[in-house]
C-alpha cells in the first residue's frame, strides 16, 4: 500500500505533507499544474529523503475555490466550514462576504462571521452596522480581540476543518497563532511594515488540533470570482430569495428591469436588501461575462 498524508501547506508548485504518524516531508505533483489544495489527503509515491510525488488525492468531501474566465484557484480541501474574518479597521466588504457565503453554500460548508478588532470601541457600532443585514440572515457572528481573547470562538471549531478567509490585514493569522499552541503564523507586526499594501500571509497552512478539528489560515484576498456556477447555483447562494424563486412573471427572469418580478417586488417590501440584490446581480453579470470569453 502506497503512503499516505494530508496536505499541510500549498506553495503552489509544491506541497509540505503531513504523514499520519507525523512526520512532514514535501509533495511534488507529478504533473506541471498542481491540482491539490491544502487539506487534500494524499496518497504518495517512494520517498527519497524528505521528498515524495503526489500520486492523487482521495475524495475530498469539499472543494473551496474562486475562479474568473482565465484561471481557478483552489483554497481549501475538506473544510466543513469557513469563518470569514472581518475587523473594525481597515474597512471590509459586504460583497465578498456574499461572495464566500455563495462558495460555502455550494460546497455544502457552515459560514460564520468573526468580527475582530472589538478592541477599537470606537469602530465598533458602524461595524456592527454593515454586518445586520447577515446577522438577519441567521449567519453567527463572534465578536471578539484576537489580541486579548479568542476564547468565544473556540466552541465553534470542535469537530470541524474551519477556513479562516478574508481580506488582507483582518487579523486571520493573529487568531490562528491565538487559537494554536504553537503557531507562528507571520503577522503584519513581523512583515516589513513599509509593504502596508501587501498580503502577509503568502499560502495557506492547516494546523491540526485533534483527530476531528483543525483550522487553516489562508491568504488575504480581494476578489473571489464565482465563474465556475451557474446561474442557478449563484441563486441558490441567496437563502433569502428561496421563498421567492419561481413566482416571477417570467420562468427566467434575472431579477433586473422585467415586470412582475418576485424578488423586486421582495426587495420593495424589505424582505430582501437591496444591497444583496445588487451582490447576485453583479456576481452573475460578472459570471455570464467570463462565460462569453
Ligand atoms: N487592535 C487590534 N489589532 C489586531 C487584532 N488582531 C490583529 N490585529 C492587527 O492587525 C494586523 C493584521 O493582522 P494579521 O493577522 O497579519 O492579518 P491577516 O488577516 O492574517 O492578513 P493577511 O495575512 O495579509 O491576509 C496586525 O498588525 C495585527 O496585530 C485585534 O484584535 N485588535
Ligand atoms: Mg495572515
Ligand atoms: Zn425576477
Do not use: K, N
Given at each position: 500500500m502506497n503512503d499516505s498524508g494530508e496536505v499541510?501547506?500549498?506553495?503552489g508548485r509544491h506541497y509540505e505533507i503531513t504523514l499520519d504518524d507525523g512526520r512532514r516531508i514535501n509533495g511534488i505533483p507529478r504533473a506541471k499544474k498542481s491540482p491539490f489544495a491544502c487539506g487534500d489527503r494524499v496518497t504518495l509515491g517512494p520517498f527519497h529523503d524528505n521528498e515524495a510525488q503526489i500520486l492523487g488525492h482521495l475524495p475530498r468531501s469539499s472543494l473551496l475555490y474562486r475562479s474568473d474566465q482565465w484561471k481557478q484557484k483552489l483554497i481549501a480541501a475538506n473544510a466543513t466550514q469557513i469563518i470569514i474574518v472581518l475587523a473594525t479597521e481597515p474597512g471590509f466588504s459586504n460583497e465578498l462576504i456574499s461572495r464566500a457565503w455563495v462558495a460555502a453554500l455550494h460546497e455544502g460548508m457552515r459560514t460564520i462571521l468573526v468580527l475582530n478588532k472589538a478592541d477599537l470601541a470606537d469602530r465598533l457600532p458602524a461595524a456592527r452596522e454593515q454586518l445586520a443585514p447577515y446577522i438577519a440572515l441567521g449567519l453567527p457572528v463572534v465578536e471578539l480581540c484576537a489580541h486579548h481573547d479568542v476564547e468565544p470562538l473556540r466552541n465553534f471549531l470542535a469537530c470541524q476543518v474551519s477556513l479562516l478567509i478574508?481580506?488582507?490585514?483582518?487579523?486571520k493569522s493573529t487568531l490562528t497563532n491565538a487559537l494554536i499552541p504553537g503557531a507562528v503564523a507571520a503577522t503584519r507586526e513581523i512583515s516589513t511594515a513599509l509593504d502596508s499594501g501587501k498580503h502577509t500571509t503568502t499560502h495557506a497552512r492547516l494546523y491540526r488540533i485533534d483527530a476531528t478539528s483543525a483550522l487553516i489560515d489562508s491568504p488575504g484576498l480581494q476578489e473571489f470570482g464565482l465563474?465556475?456556477?451557474?446561474r442557478g447555483e449563484i441563486e441558490d447562494?441567496?437563502?433569502?430569495?428561496r421563498p421567492h424563486?419561481?413566482?416571477?412573471?417570467?420562468?427566467?427572469?434575472?431579477?433586473?428591469?422585467?415586470?412582475?418580478c418576485s424578488i423586486k417586488a421582495a426587495v420593495a417590501a424589505r424582505e430582501i436588501n437591496l444591497r444583496r440584490l445588487g451582490h447576485f446581480l453583479t456576481i452573475v453579470a460578472e459570471r455570464d461575462r467570463a462565460k462569453a470569453h
Open positions: 499541510s501547506a500549498a506553495f478574508g481580506q488582507s490585514g483582518m487579523g465563474a465556475h456556477l451557474t447562494g441567496f437563502v433569502e430569495f424563486l419561481g413566482r416571477c412573471r417570467f420562468r427566467d427572469c434575472r431579477h433586473e428591469q422585467e415586470p412582475d
